[in-house]
């Protein structure tokens, strides 16, 4: 009995799983994140073909692990699969949007933490402030992909020609 409920719950996963990823060629495929790239190859780092931003839409074609193969107009080329939703409701924030979310993130949502209780938690803790500019100093920066390809071909993290 108990091998029967686990081969039920791993029969359920594979069936959300399966159902939240494009299956069929030709499907649309909206970018969720504010920018990203149509790479050329399945990796990171490599040569972009198109620059995607929130809301712009593909063509699927087809699912190689993570990656995955899609054209924009005539420009084929590959995406990560967070960084799109084959949901036809997606909603579009202007500034990204994930699909998940992470535990922290969750029981912060839960515990009613928004921008007023933020508000009320920096009025409550003015000793605070000068650590929560610094974080809204580094949560402003911003760095090149060009810059984080030389500092990880510096740090002999990635091999030149990736």
Aim: proline share 3%; net charge positive; aromatic share 6%.
């Amino acid at each position: 009995m108990h091998s029967l409920v686990r081969l039920l719950g791993l029969g359920a996963v594979l069936s959300l799983l399966a159902a939240s990823t494009p299956q069929d060629p030709g499907s649309v495929l909206t970018v969720t994140r504010k920018t990203t790239k149509l790479r050329a190859q399945k990796r990171s780092f490599a040569k972009p073909v198109a620059d995607l931003k929130e809301g712009d839409q593909l063509v699927f074609q087809q699912r190689d692990g993570a990656w995955l193969a899609a054209k924009l107009g005539a420009t084929a080329g590959f995406v990560h699969e967070t960084d799109v939703s084959q949901k036809t409701d997606v909603r579009l924030s202007g500034q990204g949007m994930r699909e998940s979310y992470s535990t922290s993130e969750t029981a912060a949502a839960k515990k009613g933490f928004n921008p007023q209780v933020e508000q009320q938690y920096r009025d409550d803790n003015p000793n605070l402030e000068a650590a929560f500019k610094l974080v809204d100093k580094l949560q402003a920066r911003s760095v090149t992909e060009e810059a984080i390809r030389a500092f990880l071909l510096e740090g002999r993290l990635l091999k030149e020609g990736n």
